[in-house]
């Protein structure tokens, strides 16, 4: 087991996100089982008082947990250094079994616990308080895949074993890999720009259409698609290196950190792609949000090829 | 309108002790109307009060005001619609001593991020109704109890409340004092404002422009 500073921070912070989240998931039973909002007698106005105690719990915890998941991948990145053969982050997710589920849990649970957060919001401007039930409903499956986090979370902490050699990105992120990454490669780059671009314009074509569903799915497949793209295509010209795959270097300092605003941007873009269809609304705020930072993101990570050919002359 | 339909309240203290501070409460009140809540300390006027100024909900029961469920109302909703619609004079004034006049009797207008010409003409219109324009920049430390009693009813008036909320208003005047206060009452009421005022001081209950005098006795009307 590994316990630098940044794991036993983890580790605390998951043992008190724990004690609340409990808390919250036995009144959310309670809520959702008892509320009836036409009610005068004393156990809904207990129960709206509940809700409200209960709402601002899973509310703190959500909000915390966002920001947690960068450092989560901070702590990986500092783990490489304790760990033989890992050079960042890819290297200690792949040091178990565990890392890789891990990872895709974080990022489903980032969209789940975002969502939540949205609809209280909608909740909280609505005097008739009709999402409570749903809300709190929904809060209870969720706190499933938040006890499924910490509880992965500190078993893959626990299989760290810092004497077992591990595998470098350069070997994890490439043809050559056993993993399911090795499939990316087998895609021309032509074929992974085409793509990219193009999914990246049917954003806007859906959102002059006003299609909501198309708009949320396809967003969904911009997520995939430039993650593909990040690790197949852009990476290699953020580190200038054809041979060099990662999607977890450029978050170092090396690389000037630029993989946090990447991330952050496809992250918060995507997000808020999805929300037009998750509320079935047609509101442009978060149209014009999704398109803003997807367009911000495209930006970013097109800089970089069309610098390098403008500095080289040729493409990688 | 306001309407209490079998309202009951109980403060609980801990879990064997309670205190049942309303007893099924049924009550109507039409727009325009003076009432007086008539009882002795702890009959549970105060605590009728709060429910009609959305500050505390019942235990069992329903407040509506307008058509409006207020005891059903969210935390921050209540509190847009005591900025809206309710106007509070309170025994003691609460008023804030360091700042002044003007200061105070604006402070309920502050959320509403208004332009400085309409806050202007909001404070003009109660400063002179209320004969206190010459003091406007005075601190309220340095005013008489009768003048702070004017500020704190301009204060409950410049947000132009359809509710008035007066607990104990006269608690802490002689009588001039009291009766130029019943005077106001009188112009309030012309401007058929609905004025709900807890008291058990005698010199409301023979007032002919009173509409109702309600007694209340251990939390329940009598």
């Known amino acids: 087991m590994i316990l630098n500073t940044e794991v036993l921070t983890i580790f605390i912070l998951n043992i008190l996100f724990l004690f609340f989240a409990s808390i919250a998931f036995y009144l959310s039973i309670k809520i959702y089982l008892k509320w009836d909002i036409n009610s005068t007698t004393t156990t809904q106005y207990t129960l709206e008082k509940q809700s409200v105690l209960t709402a601002t719990i899973i509310k703190y915890i959500f909000a915390l947990k966002l920001p947690l998941f960068l450092f989560f991948i901070f702590t990986l990145d500092n783990l490489s250094n304790l760990i033989t053969g890992a050079m960042c982050a890819a290297g200690v997710v792949d040091a178990t079994p565990y890392g890789t589920y891990l990872f895709i849990l974080k990022i489903l649970n980032i969209y789940i616990f975002g969502f939540w957060l949205v609809l209280h919001n909608l909740d909280t401007k609505d005097e008739t308080l009709k999402y409570t039930k749903i809300k709190f409903g929904l809060f209870i499956f969720i706190f499933l895949f938040l006890l499924a986090e910490i509880i992965l979370e500190s078993i893959m902490f626990n299989a760290i074993d810092i004497s077992k050699m591990v595998s470098c990105c350069g070997v994890i992120y490439s043809s050559t890999s056993t993993s399911l990454i090795s499939y990316i490669f087998t895609l021309s780059n032509t074929t992974i720009i085409l793509i990219f671009y193009g999914n990246f314009i049917l954003l806007y074509i859906f959102y002059i259409l006003k299609k909501q569903y198309l708009f949320s799915l396809f967003n969904l497949f911009f997520l995939i698609v430039s993650i593909i793209s990040l690790i197949a295509f852009f990476g290699t010209y953020i580190y200038e290196l054809p041979t060099h795959h990662c999607p977890f270097c450029y978050l170092q300092r090396d690389y000037y950190y630029v993989g946090y605003f990447i991330y952050i941007l496809l992250f918060t873009g995507t997000f808020n792609g999805l929300l037009v269809g998750f509320l079935n609304t047609n509101n442009k705020n978060y149209f014009k949000s999704s398109l803003l930072f997807n367009t911000l993101f495209v930006l970013l990570v097109s800089f970089y090829p069309i610098f390098y050919y403008m500095k080289n002359g040729v493409w990688l | ?222």
């Open chain 2, 1 to 222: 309108m306001i309407k209490l339909q079998n309202v009951n309240k109980i403060y609980t203290i801990n879990k064997n002790n309670t205190i049942t501070a309303l007893k099924n409460i049924n009550l109507e009140i039409k727009q325009g109307e003076l009432i007086i809540l008539k009882g002795a300390s702890g009959s549970g006027k105060s605590t009728i009060l709060s429910l009609l100024a959305a500050l505390s909900k019942p235990t069992t029961g329903e407040v509506i005001v307008d058509n409006k469920k207020l005891s059903k109302l969210p935390d921050n909703f209540a509190a847009l619609y005591r900025r809206e619609n309710i106007g509070f004079i309170f025994q003691k004034y609460n008023l804030i001593t360091n700042l002044s006049v003007k200061e105070n009797i604006l402070l309920p207008l502050i959320p509403q991020n208004l332009e400085d010409k309409i806050l202007e003409d909001k404070l003009n219109l109660v400063i002179n109704r209320f004969n206190i324009s010459h003091k406007k920049d005075i601190l309220v430390r340095n005013l008489s109890g009768g003048e702070q009693q004017r500020v704190a009813i301009a204060r409950a008036m410049v947000n132009d409340p359809k509710i008035i909320i007066a607990d104990e208003p006269t608690a802490n005047l002689d009588e001039k004092l009291s009766s130029d206060f019943c005077n106001v009452l009188k112009e309030l009421k012309k401007l058929n404002k609905t004025i709900i005022v807890a008291t058990h001081d005698p010199i409301f209950f023979n007032l002919d422009f009173v509409d109702k005098i309600i007694d209340i006795n251990n939390g329940s009307l009598s």
